[in-house]
């Protein structure tokens, strides 16, 4: 049994910020990669940030330069600082935990999602 849980959402003006935290529990042997996508109004989800057990990070291009994520792998827990936020951020904001379970079965877990609204 895995849970993920984030927290951090909710209504920020343009050009505030906001961090989000995430964090995974439960039978689980290895994280290996802890991702941030979001989904917007009519939109599909899509990929925002990700990072793996070694540190390397990706993120889309139109976050580069605003937001930054990072991981507390001894707290199974991974961040998303958003600065310079803007209305086109305002999206569900979920968490991704690609992880290897006690029994050395792969598992990709989400957590229910937190909202993040941009006011212009």
């Known amino acids: 049994q895995v849970h993920v849980v984030e927290s951090g959402g909710g209504l920020v003006q343009a050009g505030g910020s906001l961090r989000l935290s995430c964090t995974a529990s439960?039978?689980?042997?290895?994280?290996?990669?802890m991702g941030w996508y979001r989904q917007a109004p009519g939109k599909q989800r899509e990929l925002v940030a990700v990072i793996t057990s070694g540190g390397n990070t990706n993120y889309a291009d139109s976050v580069k330069g605003r937001f930054t994520i990072s991981r507390d792998n001894a707290a199974n827990t991974v961040h998303l600082q958003m600065n310079s936020l803007k209305p086109e951020d305002t999206a569900v904001y979920y968490c991704n935990a690609k992880l290897t379970r006690w029994g050395m079965a792969t598992s990709n877990d989400w957590g229910q999602g937190t909202r993040v609204t941009v006011s212009s």
């Open positions: 439960g039978s689980i042997f290895r994280i290996n990669d």
